[in-house]
């Protein structure tokens, strides 16, 4: 398959004031072997088509599955220019301690990434200044950068042959903020002759928020699963779409949308109730619940669908300030960063709210608060309507009804 290029930002220095340092739940569960097969994900009757690169349809082979177990090795790299300031391991463990813990959640056990960093600095063969890294590159300049630091790793003695992907990693001195970070898969890339499928540039200056880099080295390795941005692209990488409700949208802030979790197979389709016809009444239990989620879906179109979805403060969504029932969009034929993700703003105009106002920027704050409680309805242009009709042990009963 050809590479998929493209532009892969997170929103921008805003970031930082979206919330305090955030400290995830230590909860340790093991990789459940049944679940190491990569089984088919969005299938079925609410199944949407896909489409070519990031979508929100099935994704398609091109990219990384995340299931079972995999391998990434994480190139700790410096420049002749730019040389190191700080520990190598102490980098890398910023990083790969903060994703152990997030997948070891969202995924409910069911996806390990095993991070292997090269043991010291690596030293690329060119000045930090000769490469033109910078936000929005093409795909061409950064396989020449990640192909640069593979060869100079394996000229240090790492060994690539069981690796599935890189993270190539610059020290908090180099001077480009998590914004320039971006990931590709590829089909040219090679490591003494083993093939690499994929691979992430990070990025994050020493006064950049810890929260942001870490958010954004999720955010990358998300991108090489196959999902799309959901940042509006055209408003400096705003939020208005799907504001915190995903690390595609706000990186770092909150757990993943249930649909992405049923495109990666972390949800099966036994969890998802696919409304088809008539009515039906379903159980939701949050996204961020251990045992894993449960989610309701219409098929709307051929590339669309409606999705409602339980977010309570369990897990990775400890921090959010409003919970209830999700309600959003999904469409394949809308591009990475144009809104292929539409979350339904249940108070409009509220600012989110005396619980979310303090929230910035303002379209975080405005979606904050966009959770349906027991006794609230809301029906859809075309006619589709959940109503949520109770809470039970922090999961939400709803009613679908679809014309």
Not at 20 to 41: E, I, K
Not at 74 to 96: C, H, K, L, Q, T
Not at 260 to 278: A, L, M, N, P
Request: charged share 20%.
């Amino acid at each position: 398959m050809s590479a998929v290029a493209g532009h892969r930002r997170i929103p921008g220095s805003r970031a930082i004031a979206v919330a305090t340092a955030t400290a995830l739940t230590a909860v340790v569960m093991a990789l459940d072997p049944q679940h190491g097969s990569a089984a088919p994900a969005v299938s079925g009757d609410c199944a949407i088509a896909g489409a070519e690169g990031f979508s929100e349809g099935p994704t398609s082979p091109g990219f990384v599955r995340p299931v079972g177990h995999r391998k990434a090795i994480m190139i700790m790299v410096d420049f002749p220019d730019v040389p190191a300031a700080g520990s190598a391991p102490e980098r890398a463990a910023f990083f790969a301690d903060y994703g152990d813990r997030y997948l070891n959640l969202a995924s409910y056990g069911r996806y390990r990434l095993e991070l292997a960093p090269t043991r010291d600095w690596v030293r690329m063969p060119r000045s930090w200044s000769s490469y033109g890294i910078e936000r929005g590159i093409g795909s061409d300049v950064m396989r020449a950068y990640v192909q640069d630091a593979v060869d100079a790793a394996v000229e240090n003695g790492t060994d690539f042959s069981a690796a599935d992907f890189v993270y190539v990693v610059a020290d908090d001195n180099v001077p480009a903020r998590p914004t320039v970070s971006q990931a590709n898969t590829f089909d040219d890339l090679r490591a003494d002759g083993h093939r690499l499928r994929a691979a992430a540039l990070v990025f994050g200056r020493g006064q950049d928020s810890a929260l942001w880099q870490r958010g954004n080295f999720v955010h990358e390795a998300n991108h090489l699963y196959g999902l799309p941005d959901l940042y509006n692209v055209e408003r400096d990488a705003s939020v208005e779409y799907a504001g915190g409700w995903d690390t595609m949208s706000m990186a770092g802030i909150s757990d993943l949308l249930g649909w992405h979790k049923w495109k990666f197979g972390w949800i099966t389709d036994e969890q998802v109730t696919c409304v088809t016809d008539g009515s039906a009444t379903s159980t939701l239990r949050p996204v961020g619940s251990p045992d894993g989620a449960s989610i309701a879906v219409v098929k709307t179109g051929e590339h669309s669908a409606v999705v409602a979805e339980a977010r309570t403060r369990v897990g990775l969504d400890w921090n959010i300030c409003a919970e209830g029932v999700l309600l959003y969009t999904v469409d394949s034929g809308v591009p990475t960063g144009h809104g292929p993700v539409r979350v339904v703003d249940s108070r409009p105009a509220s600012g989110g709210g005396p619980a979310c106002t303090d929230r910035s920027p303002d379209e975080l704050a405005e979606l904050a608060d966009a959770p349906l409680g027991p006794g609230r309805r809301h029906t859809f242009a075309d006619g589709v309507s959940v109503e949520v009709t109770g809470r039970h042990a922090g999961s939400y009963r709803v009613q679908v009804r679809r014309p």
